[in-house]
């Protein structure tokens, strides 16, 4: 049972566009997303994230937006660099599971120059 | 951002042998620690929760008497593959973090069993 799904597995942008990675949820009891950016044979390290109380947050050139009625949220990267290319994960918690988080499956995002 | 290592970072054993990965907190203290699995482009599975001075909790499916888990004090978890098996091949990444949902990962353990 897949409770956080990124159904792109892939995405392909060009340098200095904008980049937009979604990501759905099934359980309602989660309150709290993150975004995480992921090399090959290297751990995740934070973007972003956002509290269920809020329906978007900004950090540079990384805002997430969440849709709670339809359980989404979307990651939004503007303008797109060539060093953002990785594979984004986007990850959930919630309840009383301190630190507990679902990840999605991941999308592998391409910058082209 | 909290720093997280592991140890270590590749390891190539045998069939039948154990293997040991250290995860360490480096500017804070973690009484709760994560292990995650990924195998090739699939998501970071959570394998378990190590909780410094009581028993892990394990996710369902994870053999608890495979995948020892020890968290002796509040900068280190290890997790020990016992009789490892070609199918255990995987990247382990332990996390951590000083406050809720503040989780930290390690780089990772890149594990080969031949």
């Known amino acids: 049972d897949q409770q956080v799904k990124q159904n792109s597995p892939s995405l392909s942008v060009q340098e200095g566009r904008i980049s937009i990675l979604n990501c759905d949820y099934t359980?309602?009891?989660?309150?709290?997303f993150l975004w995480y950016k992921k090399y090959p044979a290297e751990g995740p390290t934070f973007l972003i994230s956002?509290?269920?109380?809020?329906d978007k947050n900004e950090d540079g050139r990384f805002t997430v937006f969440l849709n709670k009625s339809a359980k989404h949220l979307s990651l939004h990267i503007v303008p797109s660099q060539p060093g953002d290319s990785a594979v984004y994960f986007c990850?959930?918690?919630?309840?009383?599971?301190?630190?507990?988080?679902?990840f999605g499956q991941g999308t592998i995002l391409t910058v082209h120059p | 951002g909290a720093v997280v290592s592991q140890h270590p970072s590749r390891v190539i054993c045998k069939s039948g042998t154990s293997v040991k990965i250290e995860c360490r907190s480096l500017?804070?203290?973690?009484?709760?620690m994560f292990w995650y699995r990924q195998f090739p482009k699939q998501s970071l599975m959570l394998m378990a929760t190590?909780?410094?001075?009581?028993?892990?909790?394990?996710e369902q499916g994870v053999e608890k008497d495979k995948f020892l888990i020890n968290h002796a004090s509040l900068t280190l978890s290890t997790l020990t593959v016992t009789s490892a098996h070609p199918e255990d091949s995987s990247f382990y990444i332990c996390?951590?973090?000083?406050?809720?949902?503040?989780?930290?990962f390690g780089p990772g353990t890149r594990l080969t069993v031949t």
């Open positions: 990850a959930a918690a919630g309840g009383t599971s301190y630190g507990k988080l679902t």
């Open positions: 359980n309602s009891m989660f309150d709290y």
């Open positions: 956002i509290s269920s109380i809020k």
């Open positions: 500017d804070f203290q973690a009484t709760t």
């Open positions: 190590s909780n410094e001075g009581s028993k892990a909790t394990y």
């Open positions: 996390s951590g973090g000083a406050s809720e949902y503040e989780q930290y």
